[in-house]
């Protein structure tokens, strides 16, 4: 886990201006064709938010985060609630403990890890999904290899300026930050890494040139 997500004002601010609505949690969940047979895991699940959309839908949740705050706080949020489950747990180190699960879902967490460790992460993942499962990935990913980011610069930063609209100039920063210092993935690379972990690219949905969704069936 990068330090940022052990620090409560980084975990509070993230939570306040990045926080997903409702409609597009909801989307997510209409992809995964969540029902009451999903046993569903979120991979970075954070404070809850798509747990909480929808917990009522399947028959059990479990969400994995490493930071010790949200996991406090999806804790107290879910404690009336005996089908869902927190861990806390770094995706390096997720251990399914023999669980396994029909649908899985991530969003805008697995960048935090670099490429040698999502290989490893997807194949844990694909281990503990039964065939025919579906994994939604929502991520920073670019349209273009991560070794060619420098090439890209400047397209993508005006991409930013457009997708973020007024935000931009107060997000500026932390935006370029993660793009630089974290580790978003090309889409090429990622749909290769997923397929060797023993899943079939479905479909490819393309939100701005850094931002891509892959949904997943495990084969
Ligand atoms: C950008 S937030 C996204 C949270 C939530 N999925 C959402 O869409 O609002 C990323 C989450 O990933 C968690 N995280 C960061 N690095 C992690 C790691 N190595 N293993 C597990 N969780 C991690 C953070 O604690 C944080 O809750």
Not at 35 to 45: E, R, T, W
Not at 123 to 152: C, M, Q, R, T, Y
Not at 189 to 200: R, S, T, Y
Request: aromatic content about 10%; some cysteine.
């Amino acid at each position: 886990m990068s330090e940022a997500w052990d620090k409560k004002d980084y975990v509070d601010r993230y939570n306040d201006i990045y926080a997903p609505g409702e409609k597009e949690l909801m989307a997510g969940a209409d992809l995964l064709e969540l029902n009451a047979d999903d046993d569903l895991i979120d991979f970075g699940c954070g404070k809850g938010d798509f747990l909480a959309c929808v917990l009522r839908l399947v028959r059990s949740a479990v969400g994995v985060d490493s930071s010790p705050h949200q996991i406090d706080e999806a804790r107290r949020r879910f404690k009336k609630e005996p089908h869902v489950e927190i861990l806390e747990s770094s995706f390096q180190d997720f251990d399914p403990r023999g669980r396994s699960f029909t649908k899985a879902y991530s969003r805008d967490a697995l960048h935090h890890i670099n490429d040698a460790e999502k290989e490893i992460f997807l194949k844990k993942v694909s281990a503990a999904i039964k065939p025919g499962g579906l994994f939604l990935l929502e991520d920073a990913v670019f349209e273009f290899p991560a070794a060619d980011l420098d090439a890209n610069w400047d397209a993508l930063m005006a991409e930013a300026e457009k997708y973020y609209g007024d935000s931009w100039q107060a997000r500026r920063e932390e935006v370029t930050g993660y793009i630089r210092n974290e580790f978003p993935t090309g889409i090429s690379e990622l749909k290769k890494m997923a397929e060797a972990a023993g899943f079939k690219v479905l479909k490819v949905s393309r939100d701005c040139m850094f931002f891509h969704s892959l949904l997943l069936e495990k084969k």
